[in-house]
């Protein structure tokens, strides 16, 4: 009888990206989910070795704190390693921010001699606000993905890794967990070209797979 090793499989879940693809493809009662049966579901035949979440970590006065510690203590109980990043308050960038500099800039040029000067005052106030917003942005989150992937593989801890993201930013850390000899699948809602064009299978799932993982 031929003994068929079976494979281990590691689960790194990205936890913002994969939230947000969820909550935009229509996923309801996100806060229920079973990161353990969804990784047993998706590893199939593989036995699951590691599960873990990566997320910024929301300060301790945030709006949402409360239910960020009930989630991670639901993720803790089925299994799941929970690794959290930094969550920093930065200038807005962007597209969004441009146009509002050309905007300030074409009303002071076009709109101001012909408008009484406290309406004008008024309309760049508001612009300007919107100009110098700054948003919260999660760091370092990719990187401790990136890295437990790596040293895992390094250390001959799995077999096959499922990347629950679509972020192209993990193209490099795939091309060097696959020399290493490992399986590299991605799990999303979303797309991810340049994603996909890296890794060993990019899979797609609809929203009624999550369906008897709640």
């Known amino acids: 009888m031929v003994n068929v090793q079976v494979q281990r499989a590691a689960c790194f879940f990205?936890?913002?990206?994969?939230?947000?693809?969820?909550?935009?493809?229509?996923?309801?009662?996100?806060?229920?989910?079973?990161?353990?049966c969804i990784c047993a579901k998706v590893a199939q035949n593989r036995t699951v070795v590691y599960m873990g979440y990566y997320v910024g970590k929301l300060a301790a006065d945030a709006p949402h704190y409360g239910d960020q510690r009930a989630f991670f203590s639901r993720l803790r109980k089925q299994g799941l390693r929970i690794v959290e990043g930094r969550i920093e308050k930065r200038p807005a960038k962007g597209e969004l921010v441009d146009s509002v500099n050309s905007l300030l800039t074409w009303l002071t040029k076009?709109?101001?001699?012909?408008?009484?000067?406290?309406?004008?005052?008024?309309?760049?106030?508001?612009v300007s606000k919107l100009a110098t917003s700054r948003v919260w942005v999660e760091k370092a989150v990719d990187v401790e993905v990136a890295v437990d992937m790596l040293v895992k593989a390094v250390r001959d801890e799995y077999d096959v890794a499922?990347?629950?993201?679509?972020?192209?930013?993990?193209?490099?850390?795939?091309?060097?967990?696959k020399a290493l000899g490992k399986t590299v699948c991605a799990v999303s809602l979303s797309q991810g070209h340049q994603l996909a064009q890296v890794v060993d299978t990019y899979i797609r799932l609809p929203s009624s797979w999550f369906d008897d993982c709640l």
């Open 14 to 36: 990205d936890g913002n990206n994969f939230y947000h693809s969820l909550h935009e493809h229509g996923v309801v009662n996100l806060g229920q989910l079973r990161y353990d």
């Open 110 to 126: 076009h709109i101001k001699p012909k408008l009484d000067l406290p309406l004008y005052n008024i309309l760049r106030e508001q």
């Open 162 to 177: 499922y990347l629950f993201s679509a972020d192209g930013d993990y193209t490099p850390a795939v091309r060097e967990v």
